[in-house]
């Protein structure tokens, strides 16, 4: 390169760099046209370097050139980028405060579901009242589900329509029962236990049904003539006082189930309507909580007891259809929809 092309590229890259900075409005832009002049890799940086190939005699003149350019558009830049700053300043002083006086973002504080929390309450009376809890499989077989629990091949709770069954012959536990089974196979009465747990049938999901929902089964065993129907009524009579208050109407109807022989099933008086009628109670004054009854013979039999030597009563209740009652709520869809405003309520 000639001296002359030199200038010439000295002066290209002045025009050039100073028309950039002067359409540069934020600090951002200045230091790209910095980097690109005076970066390592820069315009004016690759220049100066070449000199060195320059015969030694003209080095000097167009040295200094290059040098001086060099000076003139640090300061340059440097002068610029400090007055975008001071500007960004002004401006932001400029700006309405921030009023320190709002209020500040709220956070959702996470409670228990009131589900779980009315599920605890339960246990704790059950527990205070001797039970211990067992906690047994969601996932189980024809036998623990059905089976040992007598309910005969046609039944028609095994029947597709209404069990979720899986891969092998498994299915979904319809009902919590089979935590008796799997108590009462691994030991030996006395017994008093509590199983609470999910349940899985194929239903729609609607006001009164779900097609998961929540059991607690419970049972006692003990030697044949410990434990009778009347054990049952004023254990189930002292649960319900509990739960409901002292005052709760407890009244035992004769039903039919495959597992209890005989079979009850246990109503309050409507704690709504005091037994007047309502439409919690369908005008009948009593609102069905719970199945109960005497353990079957069979069911004895198919864990291994001898049903002349040991007897007990066992029990079941939906937890939702009690918290539904005790929270004065209708819809059981609201305990799994997880609309903050229900659940907040409790
Ligand atoms: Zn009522």
Request: aromatic share 8%.
């Amino acid at each position: 390169m000639s001296t002359s092309t030199i200038r010439e590229r000295l002066e290209e890259i002045r025009r050039q760099a100073l028309e950039a900075l002067s359409q540069s409005l934020e600090p951002a832009q200045v230091e790209s046209v910095r980097v690109r002049v005076l970066g390592r890799n820069g315009e004016l940086t690759e220049l100066i370097r070449s000199l060195r190939s320059l015969p030694e005699h003209e080095r000097p003149v167009v040295g200094q050139l290059a040098n001086q350019l060099k000076r003139e558009l640090e300061e340059r830049i440097e002068a610029l980028a400090r007055e975008l700053r001071r500007r960004r300043i002004e401006q932001s002083l400029a700006q309405p405060a921030l009023d320190v006086t709002l209020p500040g973002m709220e956070f959702g504080r996470g409670r228990i579901h009131p589900l779980t929390q009315i599920t605890g309450q339960i246990l704790e009376i059950w527990t205070a009242m001797g039970f211990e809890v067992a906690l047994t499989p969601d996932i189980e077989d024809d036998f623990h589900n059905f089976g040992a629990l007598n309910f005969p091949p046609d039944h028609p709770a095994r029947e597709m329509q209404d069990t979720f069954f899986l891969e092998g012959g498994r299915l979904l536990r319809t009902h919590t029962s089979n935590g008796q089974i799997r108590v009462m196979e691994r030991r030996r009465p006395p017994l008093a236990v509590v199983c609470p747990g999910t349940c899985y049938r194929r239903d729609e999901l609607s006001v009164r049904y779900s097609p998961m929902f929540s059991q607690l089964e419970g049972f006692m065993v003990d030697d044949f003539g410990k434990v009778t129907m009347a054990h049952l009524k004023g254990t189930l009579t002292e649960f319900l006082r509990a739960f409901f208050g002292p005052e709760a109407d407890v009244r035992f109807r004769a039903s039919f189930f495959p597992f209890t022989e005989p079979s009850a099933e246990t109503d309050v008086r409507c704690i709504f309507c005091k037994g007047a009628g309502c439409r919690v109670c369908k005008q009948s004054g009593w609102i069905e909580i719970l199945g109960c009854g005497m353990i079957h013979p069979n069911v004895l039999r198919a864990v291994g007891y001898d049903p002349q030597k040991h007897a007990g009563f066992a029990f079941g209740m939906g937890l939702e259809r009690l918290a539904l009652i005790r929270l004065g709520v209708e819809d059981m869809r609201l305990f799994f929809e997880n609309d903050l405003r229900f659940l907040a309520q409790f």
